[in-house]
């Protein structure tokens, strides 16, 4: 398995490719996965303090958190928007065993 390249950026470095995926990959994951349909699009992506961190194997995302800064969401700063690719998490019968 080839290691996974991580990636820090604020909104203004994300191209338009990259902001494409990044939002492809939140919909796949939340809306048409989890079938959890709310707004993906909320404006907090943009804020100056958010960061995007971004998991990327052969050049494709696998995993993603937004981490926003203080007073945004909560008085202290906080992780929202996590997702990983179902290719990188272990299967469903893993998190059930008592071994």
Known sequence: M???EWKCKRFEQIDNNQLYELIKFRVDIF???QHCPYSELDEK???TDTRHLIAYQ???IVAYARLLPP???YPE???GR???DASQR???HWLYTNE
């Open 31 to 33: 809306v048409v996965e």
């Open 45 to 47: 992506d943009r804020i």
């Open 58 to 60: 052969n050049s494709t």
């Open 77 to 79: 700063s906080s992780i």
């Open 71 to 73: 007073g945004v969401s």
């Open 2 to 4: 080839k290691q996974l």
């Open 90 to 92: 272990p299967p469903r």
């Open 82 to 84: 996590f997702a990983v």
